[in-house]
């Protein structure tokens, strides 16, 4: 999906989630090409702070996305 899909779906998942999920877990947008999200979630899980839903476009190649979710670290 290109980022505007995403960004919905994204909103859409948060909306539905129930609170102790999303204390657990990140949803973010990354993408869709494998390497790229794994690039992404790497640099992401090191300083979460420092991204926001833009920031996975610079780690695209092809403009496609998807939302992911997965466990936060303590």
Same mark, same amino acid.
């Given at each position: 999906?290109?980022?505007?899909? /995403? ?5 859409? $998942?948060?909306?539905? /989630?129930?609170? $102790? ?8 947008? /990354? ?7 794994? @690039? ?8 979460? @702070? /420092?991204?926001?839903?833009? $920031?996975? @476009?610079?780690? $695209? ?12 670290? @303590?």
């Amino acid at each position: 999906m290109n980022y505007t899909e /995403a960004l919905q779906h994204k909103k859409e $998942s948060i909306d539905k /989630a129930d609170e $102790s999920l999303l204390k657990l877990y990140h949803i973010i947008i /990354a993408p869709a090409n494998t390497e790229e999200s794994y @690039k992404y979630i790497q640099d992401f899980t090191e300083n979460p @702070k /420092a991204f926001d839903d833009e $920031s996975c @476009k610079k780690y $695209s190649t092809n403009d496609e996305f998807e939302v992911v979710s997965f466990k936060k670290e @303590k």
